[in-house]
C-alpha cells in the first residue's frame, strides 16, 4: 500500500514538473523517474549525473568516433551527457521497462544513433518477474563491437556467477584497446576493517556462501553486494581481461555511493 500511494504521488509531481518547464525543449526523464533512479527531482541532479558518466569515459580516452555500451542504461543519463559529442554511435541495456520505453521514446527519435534495449533479466530487487536469468543473458551484439562498456553500478547488484558471466560477455563484445569502465564496492585489508569496524555506507554484515562476497540484504541479496577484490581481478584475468587503472572509492568509510571504479581492457598477445 505504501508504495502504491508513493508511486501515486511521484506521478503528481511529474505533472507538476511538466507544467514548470512545458517551454523548455531539453530532453529531461519525468520526475518520478529521476526520483525512482536518483531519489530526488531535482534537475541539477540529473544534469550532474550525466556529466559525471561521460567525464568517466573521456578520462579513459573516449573519442567521438567511437561505439559504446552502456550496460544499466537508467533513464539515459550517459546518453545525453554524450549527445553532441559522440557520433560513432550508443547502445543503451536496461531492465527497467519504463526506463527504456522512455529513453526510445524521446532520445533515439531526435538522436538515432542513440539505440536502447530492453533485457527481462532476473533481478529479486528489480524486477523479480524477468524472463531470463543474468548468468545465462547473451548480450545482443557482435562480437568485437565496441570500443567502450560501462557499468555504473550494475556489479554492486548482482551476484558472483552472474558477475563472472557478464565479464565474459564483455570480453567478447570489446574490441582489441578497448575498454571497459566498471564501478564495484570491493573488499580489501582496508575496506574489509571499514566494514566490519561499522563505517561503512552499507553495511554488507551478511556473508554469501560463495565466501566471495558479502551481502547488505539477506532477503535480497541483489540490494547491494560488496565483493572481493581478489575474485574481481580473478575473473577478469581468466576472462582474457587486464586491470588497466583502479579509483578506489571511499564507501568503506562512510561516504555515500563513492564506489570503486575499474577500468580493464583486452589482453594484448604478446608477438610470436
Given at each position: 500500500?505504501?508504495?502504491?500511494?508513493?508511486?501515486?504521488?511521484?506521478?503528481?509531481?511529474?505533472?507538476?514538473?511538466?507544467?514548470?518547464?512545458?517551454?523548455?525543449?531539453?530532453?529531461?526523464?519525468?520526475?518520478?523517474?529521476?526520483?525512482?533512479?536518483?531519489?530526488?527531482?531535482?534537475?541539477?541532479?540529473?544534469?550532474?549525473?550525466?556529466?559525471?558518466?561521460?567525464?568517466?569515459?573521456?578520462?579513459?580516452?573516449?573519442?567521438?568516433?567511437?561505439?559504446?555500451?552502456d550496460v544499466g542504461s537508467g533513464i539515459g543519463n550517459l546518453a545525453l551527457g554524450l549527445v553532441g559529442y559522440l557520433r560513432g554511435g550508443y547502445d543503451g541495456v536496461e531492465i527497467h521497462r519504463e526506463a527504456v520505453e522512455w529513453c526510445q521514446r524521446e532520445i533515439t527519435p531526435r538522436h538515432p544513433q542513440f539505440r536502447f534495449h530492453r533485457a527481462d533479466i532476473v533481478s529479486r530487487a528489480y524486477n523479480p518477474r524477468g524472463g531470463v536469468s543474468a548468468n545465462g543473458y547473451r548480450f545482443p551484439?557482435?562480437?568485437?563491437?565496441?570500443?567502450?562498456?560501462?557499468?555504473?553500478?550494475?556489479?554492486?547488484?548482482?551476484?558472483?556467477?552472474?558477475?563472472?558471466?557478464?565479464?565474459?560477455?564483455?570480453?567478447?563484445?570489446?574490441?582489441?584497446?578497448?575498454?571497459?569502465?566498471?564501478?564495484?564496492?570491493?573488499?580489501?585489508?582496508?575496506?574489509?576493517?571499514?566494514?566490519?569496524?561499522?563505517?561503512?555506507?552499507?553495511?554488507?554484515?551478511?556473508?554469501?556462501?560463495?565466501?566471495?562476497?558479502?551481502?547488505?540484504?539477506?532477503?535480497?541479496?541483489?540490494?547491494?553486494?560488496?565483493?572481493?577484490?581478489?575474485?574481481?581481478?580473478?575473473?577478469?584475468?581468466?576472462?582474457?581481461?587486464?586491470?588497466?587503472?583502479?579509483?578506489?572509492?571511499?564507501?568503506?568509510?562512510?561516504?555515500?555511493?563513492?564506489?570503486?571504479?575499474?577500468?580493464?581492457?583486452?589482453?594484448?598477445?604478446?608477438?610470436?
Open positions: 500500500m505504501g508504495r502504491l500511494f508513493r508511486g501515486a504521488a511521484y506521478r503528481g509531481i511529474t505533472l507538476i514538473d511538466r507544467i514548470a518547464r512545458w517551454r523548455d525543449d531539453a530532453i529531461l526523464p519525468p520526475a518520478h523517474l529521476r526520483i525512482y533512479y536518483y531519489r530526488t527531482w531535482d534537475r541539477k541532479r540529473f544534469a550532474r549525473a550525466c556529466e559525471d558518466a561521460r567525464t568517466e569515459l573521456m578520462l579513459q580516452g573516449l573519442q567521438p568516433e567511437h561505439r559504446v555500451l551484439f557482435h562480437d568485437h563491437s565496441f570500443d567502450f562498456i560501462l557499468l555504473a553500478s550494475v556489479f554492486t547488484h548482482m551476484l558472483p556467477d552472474e558477475v563472472e558471466h557478464y565479464v565474459t560477455e564483455i570480453s567478447r563484445l570489446l574490441k582489441p584497446g578497448g575498454v571497459c569502465v566498471a564501478s564495484y564496492f570491493l573488499l580489501n585489508d582496508e575496506s574489509r576493517a571499514g566494514v566490519e569496524a561499522g563505517r561503512s555506507f552499507m553495511t554488507f554484515h551478511v556473508p554469501h556462501t560463495s565466501g566471495v562476497c558479502r551481502l547488505h540484504n539477506e532477503a535480497v541479496p541483489e540490494a547491494a553486494v560488496a565483493f572481493e577484490e581478489t575474485f574481481v581481478r580473478a575473473i577478469h584475468q581468466r576472462a582474457g581481461l587486464r586491470v588497466r587503472d583502479l579509483r578506489r572509492g571511499k564507501w568503506w568509510s562512510g561516504v555515500a555511493h563513492d564506489q570503486d571504479v575499474l577500468a580493464v581492457t583486452p589482453n594484448v598477445s604478446p608477438p610470436s
